[in-house]
């Protein structure tokens, strides 16, 4: 099992940036794949970034290119999501999510595929 502690959300104004951080509690990490997902009122959990932790790959929704970019820090072993010019829509709670199947399965962008979920940080951007 793996818990997952989010933090780096809070209030932006259109245009800015934030820097949220997802720290799995295993120190081994081969073979996950972490990838962030967020959920705005009324709405499915969305994908937004993902890291492949073996391959060392990265994944974005069309939403996120080019503003986010989700990066691994081997020394605090953290997956961290950087969002840059902020949208109103994308105001949402953001949650850590991490994939531990076995077998180096495909990378998969779907929530089904994430077992392990943090308690989700609130990204509220003002307009």
């Known amino acids: 099992q793996v818990q997952l502690v989010e933090s780096g959300g809070g209030l932006v104004q259109a245009g800015g940036s934030l820097r949220l951080s997802c720290a799995p509690s295993?120190?081994?990490?081969?073979?996950?794949?972490v990838s962030w997902f967020r959920q705005a009122p009324g709405k499915e959990h969305e994908f937004v970034a993902g890291?492949?932790?073996?391959?060392?790959?990265?994944y974005y929704a069309d939403s996120g290119k080019g503003r986010f970019t989700i990066s691994r820090d081997n020394a605090k072993n953290t997956v961290d999501l950087q969002m840059n010019s902020f949208k109103p829509e994308d105001t949402a709670v953001y949650y850590c999510a991490a994939d531990l199947r076995p077998g180096l399965p495909a990378f998969s962008q779907r929530t089904r595929a994430y077992a392990y979920w943090g308690q989700g940080t609130q990204v509220t951007v003002s307009s």
């Open positions: 890291h492949d932790w073996t391959t060392g790959s990265a």
């Open positions: 295993r120190r081994t990490v081969s073979g996950y794949r």
